[in-house]
């Protein structure tokens, strides 16, 4: 499958299911479990580096988890998961060129079929069509968008009907630059059921409702690992706890 295809899962009327992994063992996880999509977030440098946000992690990061995500596949390649890869905070803002290179690199050194950017500025929109024309397809980023945390802070986007009709056309823009589909973050779930309604791409949801074509999670969080859980985020399991609790009864077996 290549990334334009998932439009007939819209069609169709199929979730897509796209979880986040960050190396070999939680990609193999994510595989295993069915997800479509794999995600290498930039998340990751807060749930596996243990930044505060995720502005930190560099590109060559991101490449080096990308390339130990695809060593964790098991399944043939036709059954695996497509690997999308976030761009990461500075690697698309400089200039369309330096997008290009940067975006070129995760597809050139890992088996990235795809990379998401946040925003839909005039300039971010820019530098997608770039991206297109250039062969790389672009899933684009919406609502609570965690580069801009010093801007949005990580509050709940698209409240007001001022923002929610300009989410929908920051939504229209993406589609008519040729993304693929669209995360929308943290807005308000019938804000999403409008724009899933009213666009031909894949809508992915976090936090923002069932109203969509898909679903996307940061899989620390639904195995409950992460530290600091989101809200609209629940967490599966207390898989924290659980390995604490395990690990100390070894610690103790062995003590003794
Ligand atoms: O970085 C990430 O994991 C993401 C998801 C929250 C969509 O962008």
Redesign the pocket.
Known sequence: MIPNELIRFKQIGQKIIVL?AWDSISSGIVEEAGADIV?V???LAMVALGHAT?LPVTLEQMLHHAQAVERGFKKPLTKQPLIVC?LPFLSYQCGEEHAVAAAGSLLKNSSTCAV?VEGAQPETLSVIKRLIRAGIPVMG?LGLT?QSVHQLGYRRQAEDKISQEHILSEALDLEKAGCFAI?L?HIPSEVTGHITNILKIPIIG?GAGEDCDGQ?R?TADLLGLSLKQPPFSKPLISGRELFIQELKKWVEVERH
């Open positions: 986040t995600l977030g930039d998340s995720t976030d998401k980023h965690p995360v973050e976090i996307v940061v």
